[in-house]
């Protein structure tokens, strides 16, 4: 089975600050790791995925992750943000163990709020 | 805008009562997911269908219940509510069956209030 730890449950940063969310996953097998968003009064939204290859994926809105293995970490990272950067994030774990086929396990999720 | 949509928006209910939550994915997406999001619980993966079968299912009580019809729109169907099931049900879709081989797209959701 799958797990999924956010560590921070709110961040707060200014504007033009750079943030880090932090998400650790656990798993017995190999897995696939995703960032969404969600706005307020809306769905999730995909800000970037890692299936496999180089572990820096870069996403949507400047947003960026790096997948680390050893540490069993998938962290979303972001330069400098905008105000407009003010949502929930949520980080996801899946596999393809058929028992989790098509079932995506979401983190408690952090709450980033972007001061002017 | 996502191409999923979720109805009703809102629904008040009380305790007891069987509410239908209705989901159309978006055109062409096979897979229809159900979410549950309360503050508690955070977001938990309720039941997966695909192309109109149950693949796979998580902590959805056994006073839930999901369909997905021919025309791929799906329901939820919530029975003998009670407090505790106050919430935000997520619908989301996907072209596959496979969640690894692209993104879900969320629908806004429904909320339920449950007094």
């Known amino acids: 089975a799958q797990s999924v730890t956010q560590l921070d449950s709110q961040v707060p940063v200014f504007e033009e600050a750079p943030v880090e969310l932090r998400c650790n996953y656990s798993?017995?097998?190999?897995?696939?790791l995703f960032w969404y968003v969600q706005y307020p009064n809306q769905g999730l939204q995909l800000l970037l995925k890692?299936?496999?290859?180089?572990?820096l994926v870069k996403g949507i809105n400047g947003f960026e992750a790096e997948f680390n293995k050893s540490q069993t970490s998938f962290h979303l990272r972001k330069p400098s943000v905008h105000i407009s950067d003010t949502a929930e994030y949520f980080c996801a774990v899946t596999s393809l163990s058929p028992s989790n086929t098509g079932k995506l396990i979401f983190g408690q999720g952090t709450t980033l709020q972007v001061k002017p | 805008d996502s191409g999923v949509t979720q109805t009703p928006k809102h629904l008040i209910t009380a305790t007891g009562q069987r509410v239908t939550l209705r989901c159309s994915p978006r055109?062409?997406?096979?897979?229809v997911y159900w979410y549950q999001q309360s503050l508690d619980q955070g977001l938990q993966f309720l039941i997966h269908y695909y192309n109109g079968e149950e693949r796979a299912k998580g902590n959805i009580l056994e006073r839930f219940s999901a369909q997905q019809f021919p025309d791929l729109h799906s329901e939820l169907n919530l029975s003998s509510l009670e407090l505790g099931d106050s919430a935000l049900y997520f619908c989301a879709s996907s072209v596959t069956g496979l969640v690894v081989t692209g993104e879900l797209f969320f629908g806004e959701g429904s909320r339920l209030t449950v007094l």
């Open positions: 890692y299936l496999s290859g180089s572990t």
């Open positions: 055109s062409g997406d096979l897979s």
């Open positions: 798993s017995s097998v190999s897995v696939y």
